[in-house]
Nanobody, 124 residues
Framework: QVQLVESGGGLVQPGGSLRLSCAVSGFSLPDYVIGWFRQAPGKEREGVSYISVIDGNTGYTDSVKGRFTISRVDVKDTVFLQMNSLQPEDTAVYYC?????????????????WGQGTQVTVSS
């Protein structure tokens, strides 16, 4: 059974950093693309970043380029999202998701398997 579990969210001041983790089980991570998404209150879920585990290809939405970094730790089957220079507009519930062949890797509709989400709040 495919399972994804996010952790690492919390409250941080503007300009601060957080590292989100997505622990995966029940499938072979190298076969998949892992995406990070976020959903703020009253807004649609949006793609933040993705990593194609088999070849290391990554992508980011424009608003986080240069601030967020996605990576994977092989032995722990975990994908990380390092978030620096956080701003109030980054406040959202962050989700990780997995799919074999997402046609548009930053489109949440391309993913079948989802975690429960972790809250990130950026506020002074």
């Amino acid at each position: 059974q495919v399972q994804l579990v996010e952790s690492g969210g919390g409250l941080v001041q503007p300009g601060g950093s957080l590292r989100l983790s997505c622990a995966v089980s029940g499938f072979s991570l190298p076969d998949y693309v892992i995406g990070w998404f976020r959903q703020a209150p009253g807004k649609e879920r949006e793609g933040v970043s993705y990593i194609s585990v088999i070849d290391g290809n990554t992508g980011y939405t424009d608003s986080v380029k240069g601030r967020f970094t996605i990576s994977r730790v092989d032995v722990k089957d975990t994908v990380f999202l390092q978030m620096n220079s956080l701003q109030p507009e980054d406040t959202a519930v962050y989700y990780c998701a997995a799919d074999l062949y997402p046609l548009v890797p930053l489109n949440p509709k391309a993913y079948d398997h989802w975690g429960q989400g972790t809250q990130v709040t950026v506020s002074s």
